[in-house]
C-alpha cells in the first residue's frame, strides 16, 4: 500500500506571493492533518479535514488555508507568504479521527 | 491544556552503548503516550504508543518506553544504538477520549550515533 505523498517536495517562493502545497493520503484514509516544523517553534498543528470538512484547527492566522476534496486528497493555501512561513510542512493521513496518524515526507517551503 | 518537555534537545553517544531519552508531560486529564522518529528528510514515523495496560512499551528497531503517571514521564530507552539510529526523536501526548487525535509535540531530542 502506498504511503502519505506530497507534492511539491521543495519550493522556493519569495515574499508577499501565495504557493498551495497538496497531501495524497493513504488509500482509504479519511482524516488528513497538516502540521507546520520549523526549528524554532517545532512541530505545530494547523487543521485536520475528516471527508471534506474541517474538524479541528491550529492557531495560525487566516493566510493559512486548506479543504479536502471527496478522495480525500488535501491542499493547503498559504497567500501573502512571510519570512517566517519558511517551514517543513507535513502532512498526515489516518482512517479517522481518533486513528494512528501516518506522516508524509513532508514540502520543505523556503521564502525569500 | 497538555504540554510535552524533552529534556535534552541533543544526545551524543557512542554505537552499541544504551541510551535514554528523556520525556515529561503535563496535563489535568488521562493522557495517550507516543514517541515518533524522524530521518533526515522524511516525514514521522510512529515508534511506539501507550494506550493502556502494561506501562513498559515496546516498539520498533529495538526501542522501549515506560509510562510512569507518578512521574508525569515517559522515557525511551535502547540498550544498543546502531548508527543508522542518528535521528531526530519527538514525544507527544493526547488527551484521552474526545473525537480528535491531534497531538502536542515536545521540540525534539536529536540523537546522534557516533561510530
Known amino acids: 500500500k502506498a504511503g502519505v505523498t506530497q507534492t511539491p517536495r521543495y519550493l522556493i517562493k519569495t515574499r508577499g506571493q501565495q504557493v498551495t502545497l497538496s497531501c495524497s493520503p493513504i488509500?482509504?484514509?479519511?482524516?488528513v492533518s497538516w502540521y507546520q516544523q520549523t526549528p524554532g517553534q517545532g512541530l505545530q498543528f494547523l487543521f485536520e479535514?475528516?471527508?471534506?470538512?474541517?474538524?479541528n484547527k491550529g492557531n495560525f492566522p487566516g493566510r493559512f488555508s486548506g479543504r479536502q476534496f471527496s478522495n480525500s486528497r488535501s491542499e493547503m493555501n498559504v497567500s501573502t507568504l512571510e519570512l517566517g512561513d519558511s517551514a517543513l510542512y507535513l502532512c498526515?493521513?489516518?482512517?479517522?479521527?481518533?486513528?494512528?496518524?501516518?506522516f508524509g515526507p513532508g514540502t520543505r517551503l523556503t521564502v525569500l | 491544556a497538555q504540554s510535552v518537555t524533552q529534556l535534552d534537545s541533543q544526545v551524543p553517544v557512542f554505537e552499541e552503548a544504551p541510551v535514554e531519552l528523556r520525556c515529561n508531560y503535563s496535563?489535568?486529564?488521562?493522557?495517550?503516550l507516543f514517541w515518533y522518529v524522524q530521518y533526515p528528510n522524511q516525514g514521522l514515523q510512529l515508534l511506539l504508543k501507550?494506550?493502556?495496560?502494561?506501562?513498559l512499551v515496546k516498539g520498533i528497531n529495538g526501542f522501549e518506553a515506560e509510562f510512569n503517571k507518578s512521574q508525569t514521564s515517559f522515557h525511551l530507552r535502547k540498550p544498543s544504538v546502531h548508527i543508522s539510529d542518528t535521528a531526530e526523536y519527538f514525544c507527544?501526548?493526547?488527551?484521552?477520549?474526545?473525537?480528535?487525535?491531534?497531538?502536542?509535540f515536545g521540540r525534539g531530542t536529536s540523537l546522534i550515533v557516533h561510530p
Open positions: 498526515a493521513s489516518s482512517l479517522g479521527t481518533g486513528s494512528e496518524q501516518f
Open positions: 488509500s482509504g484514509h479519511r482524516s
Open positions: 479535514y475528516f471527508s471534506e470538512t474541517q474538524r
Open positions: 496535563s489535568s486529564v488521562s493522557v495517550y
Open positions: 501507550y494506550l493502556s495496560g502494561s506501562t
Open positions: 507527544a501526548v493526547k488527551v484521552v477520549g474526545g473525537g480528535s487525535y491531534i497531538p502536542t
